[in-house]
C-alpha cells in the first residue's frame, strides 16, 4: 500500500490509476488495431461519447460520432458503414440495441470492451478488448484514456504521443471549480470539445457538483446570459487558432468573474489532446482531495444512483 494510502480511499485509488496511465497506453499503443474506413460510425454515451467525438473531430468528419439511442432509433445512420461501440462495461443497454438493430444496415459491427464476454460483445461482429479489468460503479479514468486512444488509433490520427511527459506536463495550476452551488463551465474548440464534455462528467461523478462542457464559440451565444459571479468558466488553449479561450478569460476577468485558461503542451494533436485529459483527471482528484473526499460523490447519490443504473443498464 502505498505511503499516505488510507484504506478505503477510493480518491487515492483514482490518484494511483492515472499514475500509471503513460505505462498502459504505451503498451497498448503497441497493439495492433484495425483501421476505420471513411463513414464509419463511432457510438457511445457519457464518457464514451466524449471519446467518440475525439474520432469526428481527429477525422475532421470522414468518421461519425453518434448517441447509441440515436442510432438506435435511425437505425439507417448507419447503412453501408463500419460502427463501433465504446462501452468499457459492455452493458449499456441503449449501445446493445443499437448494435442488435443496424444489423442489415451496417456493413460491420465492432465491440470496444473491457468484458469480451458481456451483451455488447455478443451482439457484435468483433470484440477490441480494452487491456484492463472492468470494475462497476467506478469513475473513470483508465478506462476513458484507453477508449480515447484506441478511437485515435482506430481513426488513423494518434500520431506520436509521450504519455508521461503529457502528464507531468499537466501538474500544477489546473482548472478552476464554482463556489457553493455554482457551475463549473469548461469550454473547448474542435478536439478540445471532447475534453470539455469528459472535465463536466468528472465534476459531477467525482464532486457532485454542477458542470457544463460546451464549444468555446457556442458558450458566447448561451450560457454566458446566465453567468453569476459563483461560477468558473475554464477554457482549453489547444484547438484554438483565434485564441478565443484566452480572449473569453480577459473579458471574463474584467467583469469580475473567476476564469481560467488551460494551457497547451505537445506536439500531435493526440499529445495536446492527452495532457488536456490529464489536466482534467489531475485537476478533478486534486479538488476532491480539498473537499476532503475519501470517495466519488456519484457512489452516495442514493436514488439518483439507482435511477441511473435503471436507465442505463
Known amino acids: 500500500m502505498p505511503v499516505g494510502h488510507v484504506a478505503g480511499d477510493l480518491i487515492q485509488d483514482l490518484a494511483d490509476e492515472v499514475k500509471k496511465q503513460p505505462g498502459v497506453l504505451q503498451t497498448f499503443g503497441r497493439r495492433e488495431l484495425p483501421r476505420a474506413k471513411k463513414g464509419s460510425i463511432f457510438v457511445g454515451a457519457g464518457d464514451s461519447h466524449a471519446a467518440a467525438l475525439a474520432g469526428f473531430y481527429a477525422t475532421r468528419g470522414r468518421c461519425l460520432a453518434l448517441d447509441p439511442y440515436v442510432l438506435a432509433s435511425t437505425p439507417e445512420f448507419a447503412d453501408g ?13 441503449s449501445n ?81 471549480f464554482a463556489r457553493g452551488d455554482g457551475t463549473t463551465y469548461f469550454l473547448g474548440n474542435s478536439m478540445a470539445h471532447p475534453a470539455a464534455l469528459y472535465a463536466s462528467a468528472k465534476t459531477y461523478e467525482v464532486l457532485g457538483a454542477r ?18 459571479k459563483q461560477d468558473a468558466v475554464n477554457g482549453f488553449d489547444c484547438f484554438d487558432p483565434s485564441g478565443m479561450a484566452r480572449k473569453m478569460s480577459r473579458a471574463l476577468a474584467k467583469g469580475g468573474y473567476e476564469s481560467r ?35 466519488p460523490r456519484f457512489l452516495s447519490a442514493g436514488g439518483a444512483l439507482e435511477a441511473s443504473d435503471e436507465m442505463i443498464y
Open 81 to 93: 458503414a463500419e460502427a463501433y461501440f465504446i462501452s468499457v462495461s459492455g452493458r449499456t443497454s
Open 96 to 176: 446493445v440495441l443499437a448494435a442488435s438493430r443496424v444489423k442489415g444496415h451496417a456493413k460491420g459491427t465492432t465491440a470496444l470492451t473491457a468484458d469480451p464476454d458481456s451483451r455488447l460483445a455478443g451482439v457484435t461482429d468483433r470484440v477490441i478488448k480494452l487491456p484492463m479489468e472492468y470494475r462497476p460503479r467506478t469513475a473513470g479514468m483508465l478506462s476513458f484514456s484507453l477508449c480515447l486512444s484506441a478511437v485515435l488509433r482506430i481513426v488513423g490520427a494518434d500520431g506520436p504521443c509521450d504519455f508521461g511527459g503529457a502528464l507531468r506536463a499537466a501538474a500544477g495550476r489546473g482548472l478552476g
Open 211 to 228: 458542470a457544463h462542457g460546451e464549444l468555446l464559440e457556442e458558450f458566447s451565444h448561451l450560457e454566458l446570459f446566465s453567468l453569476g
Open 261 to 295: 485558461v488551460l494551457r497547451s503542451w505537445g506536439r500531435s494533436p493526440a499529445e495536446r489532446l492527452f495532457h488536456a485529459v490529464f489536466q482534467v483527471q489531475l485537476s478533478v482528484l486534486a479538488e476532491a482531495r480539498r473537499r476532503r473526499l475519501t470517495a
